[in-house]
């Protein structure tokens, strides 16, 4: 995986449609949102009580709002990046039920290994230093654990599809089309710097920034787990990454409270 031209010089099987894939992609998210709800009512309940609509009306706008959002974003980034070979090549042989690419190997292990490692590496280092919401009540493991497919889902097609695929056809297009490691490299540390900084307002929305610190530590943790997923989607595929961040998520928002406790 040195280059990848952006006609290959063989058909790769990911080269195909992409809109069916995104579709199971966006419900796929749109159910990941309605899963994280209780999570978000009891992180942030004045959110919830200043909402204009009635409750069910305003979850379903944002479910159904971020299961657009995940078709969009996930087709623009399947089109830019499947000639690059960043792809769900399982998740497209499922969808238009057609062999899977036989030279893309599957790791599920590791990438459940991985993720759970940098799960209880972002825990380890939390407890380093400041608890900026020690005076909150804990999140019930519960509610931790039907949150956990939304990072593993909706941020995986936001923050990892989306920016790696385009940043990679972008360096590419600079240099006749043809995509280098050190693009991949580049494009996953960037999108998980990226990652990492998308948290920053619904920590602050949940009164946990209180210093450059604490600012440093949510960007840098969470960016953490951005590049070991990065790296398993260029790898192995989106589904290898979205695996890992499932169960960094779940040391994070199961394993964290239910010790805890």
Not at 43 to 64: D, N, Y
């Amino acid at each position: 995986m040195s280059a990848y031209p952006s006609q290959p010089y063989f058909l790769l099987p990911s080269s195909g449609p992409h809109l069916k894939l995104a579709a199971w992609l966006g419900v796929a998210g749109a159910l990941a949102m309605l899963a994280l709800v209780p999570y978000l009512m009891q992180l942030m309940p004045q959110k919830f009580a200043a909402h204009s609509l009635p409750l069910p009306i305003g979850i379903l706008a944002t479910v159904a709002q971020t299961g657009v959002l995940c078709w969009l974003l996930g087709w623009i980034g399947l089109s830019l990046g499947a000639p690059y070979g960043l792809d769900a090549p399982w998740l497209r042989a499922w969808a238009y039920r057609r062999p899977r690419d036989p030279a893309r190997p599957s790791r599920w292990w590791l990438a459940a290994v991985l993720g759970v490692l940098v799960g209880l590496l972002v825990v380890g280092l939390s407890l380093l230093g400041p608890n900026p919401d020690a005076g909150n009540a804990p999140i019930a493991a519960w509610r931790g654990a039907l949150a956990s497919p939304y990072g593993g889902i909706v941020e995986e097609i936001m923050c990892r599809l989306l920016p790696i695929s385009a940043l990679v056809w972008l360096l590419a297009r600079c240099n006749r089309r043809v995509a280098r490691p050190w693009m991949f490299v580049l494009a996953i540390v960037l999108a998980a710097l990226l990652f990492g900084a998308s948290h920053l307002p619904a920590a602050q929305a949940a009164g946990l920034l209180g210093s450059p610190l604490l600012v440093a530590r949510i960007v840098l943790l969470n960016a953490a787990v951005g590049v070991v997923s990065g790296g398993l989607f260029w790898k192995y595929g989106l589904e290898h990454a979205m695996l890992a961040h499932f169960c960094a998520d779940l040391m994070l928002h199961v394993a964290a409270p239910l010790v805890g406790s």
